[in-house]
């Protein structure tokens, strides 16, 4: 009995190994049969990289289909047939599938294809079918990751929210303004801006469109939420470079007595006064010589009441003039009652603040703020603004200086 006992139990041993063997020879057959998405979606960001659109098209169609239909990878489908200009095939590969109203991304990818097509009202109907706000809150945390059921690491860096809803406002502002409705479109413009203060080209806008008063630019600027959105030294920096943006003309320069300065003749007082004089003197006359013509004519050959006609231009001005001035306040006003933040705000109170780690001392990429501002000197938008600043200051000569240099 002790002789079968033992011979059973060494069966079983050699049945669980064998089973054991054969499960694992099983999975190392499975792992060598399997297909990593993730090395699609890199060559297909690599074309990318290197501007061959039609060969990133190629693979980000399979991974489309590998994926089945993740919204990560359709966006960057049709974000490959957006920078090869086909808009309509954009707009339609997000459409079709219903991603315009339930992923942020490729709500706003399918707007722009519409708006590049010059298809406005459309694009409108697609910004305005459902609310960006609702897409962002849905989404976790502060990037825009992709589908849950997608697992492995991220082939792209993803946006942030606030800068995403600001492109959205932005592009919602170019498609009014394309409409002729501005004061809407400044509106989407100043709350860009709320949305993620590096939105630049929402400024460009209010200030290169002639949007705003000279005062009102100032407005806007002391209402920006810098103070939420950037430490310290980017919000310095930030404020450098905005306020270089704005109107040059309407700001007091004091005259520089050098000899690089360009003459300009001084009128005398005294000489305005008379001239002024002469002016008023001289439409007088004619208002006296017109009533007395008026008056020494019979009634029969009263000269009739004229029409108010008015020519084109002349209306336009007794528009404006009737018409009372579109303050920046209201588009303040709104992007306050919306709850995006404003200038006066806490940063508790701000919904999308952009929190980022302190800079280290160590990191190869930080600059004190000193170099930073001498460095930032010679940059464009730096260098053009102080060549207005003297070429509106009539100082021509420096003005052609700064721009030789």
Request: charged share 25%.
């Amino acid at each position: 009995m002790m002789v079968l006992r033992r011979v059973e139990k060494v069966m079983r041993t050699d049945t669980a190994n064998s089973s054991t063997a054969a499960a694992g020879a099983g999975q190392s057959a499975d792992s060598s049969s399997l297909v990593d998405v993730d090395t699609y979606r890199r060559i297909m960001k690599s074309f990318m990289d290197m501007r061959r659109y039609q060969t990133a098209l190629f693979w980000a169609e399979k991974v489309t289909v590998m994926s089945n239909n993740d919204p990560r990878d359709v966006y960057w489908q049709a974000q490959c047939m957006f920078l090869l200009r086909e808009y309509h095939r954009a707009a339609y590969v997000i459409r079709s599938r219903g991603l315009d109203k339930r992923n942020l991304l490729c709500h706003y990818l399918a707007a722009e294809c519409l708006a590049e097509a010059k298809e406005y009202q459309e694009a409108l109907d697609v910004l305005n079918g459902v609310s960006c706000e609702t897409l962002a809150n849905n989404m976790a945390g502060p990037g825009l990751g992709r589908n849950e059921s997608v697992e492995g690491v991220a082939v792209f860096d993803e946006p942030n929210k606030c800068d995403v809803l600001a492109s959205i406002y932005f592009l919602k502002g170019k498609i009014l303004e394309a409409m002729d409705n501005r004061i809407l479109a400044m509106d989407c413009y100043v709350q860009a801006l709320h949305k993620s203060v590096y939105c630049s080209e929402a400024l460009d806008a209010l200030v290169q469109h002639e949007m705003l008063m000279a005062w009102e630019e100032k407005e806007l600027m002391q209402h920006i939420p810098m103070d939420q959105q950037c430490t310290e030294p980017e919000r310095k920096i930030l404020k450098v470079l905005y306020e270089s943006k704005l109107k040059k003309y309407y700001e007091s320069i004091a005259p520089q007595t050098n000899i690089e300065q360009t003459p300009v003749g001084s009128m005398s007082t005294n000489l305005l006064h008379e001239l002024t004089e002469k002016m008023k003197n001289s439409k007088n006359i004619e208002s006296n010589k017109a009533a007395a013509a008026a008056s020494s004519l019979p009634k029969c050959f009263t000269t009739p009441v004229p029409n108010k006609i008015m020519s084109p231009a002349n209306k336009i001005l007794d528009e404006i003039r009737n018409t009372p001035s579109y303050l920046i306040q209201s588009s303040l006003s709104r992007v306050s009652v919306l709850g995006s933040g404003g200038g006066t705000a806490s940063k508790q109170e701000t919904p999308y603040r952009i929190s980022r780690p302190p800079v280290s001392v160590q990191s190869p990429s930080a600059i004190a703020i000193g170099n930073c501002f001498d460095r930032l000197d010679g940059c464009v938008d730096l260098v053009v603004s102080k060549a207005e600043k003297f070429f509106y200051n009539c100082d021509y000569k420096k003005c052609m200086k700064v721009i030789d240099e």
